[in-house]
């Protein structure tokens, strides 16, 4: 588990405030707000007092701030204790601590549709490539 | 040496799922009739191993859902939590926690309880509200 600010290859400061689309190519840590979209091809941790008003797309999401917007998550979504996600969720697993808060649709371990777009930024099953059938005649 | 007797808990607080009134009863107590809205109430924990399909599943105590269990309900309301090993389908109401096996799975509207726990493996479907506690209904003037 990245717990430690090295392990990040970006980190957003407290003192940050941000409005438009984020790209990171492998993990980032979030301490200041951001409005928009955040896609992460790896883990993206929004830490405690940072609020995004964002719709996020990542392999794994750890939460100890506030979310305000849809979270897909490839993998994991963690909330921590003081955690807070107002928005519609997608992961194949989620781990939630006590005195975390939830407020949203949730699509937790549904194979078929679990980070369906978070996936497609990250890596691509060759079963989802073979879905469309073509019919010969 | 002086041995300490330890007295086990013989009465406990509930409340109630209709009106949300707070009682005492005795920890044997299976049903009871609620002072607050004059309805019959369960008291005791549910336990359901086979399929159980039914309009309201209501307790003032525990549910229980074991592996082969399987529940098609309207609404799932209880006072001391869930805890699943099987499915669920429905509406959930709960001020306690709610525990989901690794091969538990819940469809439904809404799921409202105090703290839940996600094995990993279980499926969830439907709107989560957490933490929730529910609101006591003001008794009606006559």
């Known amino acids: 588990m990245a717990t430690n600010s090295q392990d990040f290859n970006t980190i957003i ?44 797309l990542a392999k794994e999401v750890i939460v100890e701030g506030h979310i305000q917007g849809n979270v ?18 997608v992961a194949a697993r989620m781990s939630m601590a006590e005195g975390a808060a939830i407020d949203g649709h949730c699509r937790i371990g549904v194979s078929n549709n679990a980070g369906g777009s978070a996936k497609s930024s990250t890596e691509v099953k060759p079963a989802a490539i073979r879905a469309p059938k073509v019919v010969t005649t | 040496m002086v041995r300490m007797k330890t007295k ?9 799922y ?30 359901v191993k086979t399929y159980l399909p039914v309009n309201d599943l209501q307790t003032c105590g525990k549910i229980k859902i074991t592996k082969r269990g399987r529940v098609a309900a309207r609404l799932l309301q209880c006072g001391e939590g869930i805890e699943c090993e099987g499915s669920v389908e429905g509406e959930i109401e ?18 409202r309880c105090g703290s839940i726990d996600i094995a990993v493996g279980a499926q969830i479907i439907g709107e989560m509200k957490i933490p929730w506690k529910r609101p006591k209904t003001k008794k009606k003037s006559k």
């Open chain 2, 94 to 111: 709960t001020d306690g926690h709610v525990k989901l096996g690794p091969k538990a799975s819940w469809k439904g509207k809404t799921l």
């Open chain 2, 8 to 16: 086990a808990a013989t009465r406990k607080m509930i409340r109630c």
């Open chain 2, 18 to 47: 209709f009106c949300g009134h707070e009682l005492e009863v005795s920890v044997k107590t299976m049903s009871t009739t609620c002072p607050g809205c004059n309805k019959a109430i369960k008291v005791e924990d549910v336990v």
């Open chain 1, 72 to 89: 897909e998550a490839g993998d994991l979504v963690e909330l921590k204790p003081k955690g807070m996600i107002t928005g519609d969720i």
């Open chain 1, 13 to 56: 400061g407290p003192d940050a405030s941000f409005k438009g689309d984020l790209k990171f190519e492998s993990s980032a840590q979030v301490l200041g707000k951001i409005e928009g979209t955040i896609t992460a091809k790896g883990r993206l941790e929004v830490s405690g007092g940072s609020e995004c008003k964002a719709t996020v």
